[in-house]
């Protein structure tokens, strides 16, 4: 004992404090120096894992419905326990606990905090993880995107300055530029359009145009146009473009320009 003063003296402590080391040292080793780390449990895992469930159930009843409060949650939950499961078989969270509860469930099916639109628009996301595009030959993915330039264009008409927006589409593999649009004041859907015109009609190759001017084969993807567009003209049979991926511009959005396929764009 008289060492373990010493040594406590010198460290600063108590005595008992250098014995309580040497103790956990010969349990344990080096690694019983090391502090108990606590892990503090959630709130749901101190929840009945039933409550849970009816509490969730409830909460994706309202996706198409009026916001709900969190008391009336709360309520058709226990009322909804009682008669799945019978009266006090199922421990009922009081409502401080069952308000922090709804918290953490809100991160998971938001419900209370968000907009109704806005709460629909995320339980409509895909469940599973988006992965990532990677093109394998030319042809493969066409990208879209407009942007807007450093650089006005006189207006004929009004004699005025007019800012321009360039429209780009461009071959993912190869990175040919396979059609373009310089559109003046802002991008429409006709802009849009026009661009994927190029792409499925580009321009014939002269014969003196040199050999790195022809690039390769990018044809446009299949699938990409709308079956009311593409009946109405000879259109090129499909060759094999896995998709048509845009920027989250509404110009080109599926929809707006007429000619672009809900399941390619993003």
Known sequence: MARYAAKATELGVKARTVERWVHDVQRGGEAGLAPAVRVQSSVLERCDPRWVEIAV?????HLDQAQPMRKTVLDRARARLVARFGESVVEIPGRSKGYE???ELERQHPTFRLSTKRNRDIAARPKA???KLRPTRPGEYLLMDTTQLDVF???PMTLRWVNCELTVAMDWYSRCITGLRLTPVSTKAVDAAAVLFQVYRPPKVLPHWPPRRSGPNTASPDRSWSTRTRSTGPWPADDGRSGLLIDGSST?????????????GT
């Open 129 to 131: 993880a988006y992965g």
């Open 101 to 103: 509860a709804l918290e």
């Open 153 to 155: 264009a006189l207006d």
């Open 252 to 264: 080109l959005s599926p929809g707006r320009a007429g000619c672009l396929d809900g399941d390619h």
């Open 57 to 61: 159930e409830v909460m994706v009843e």
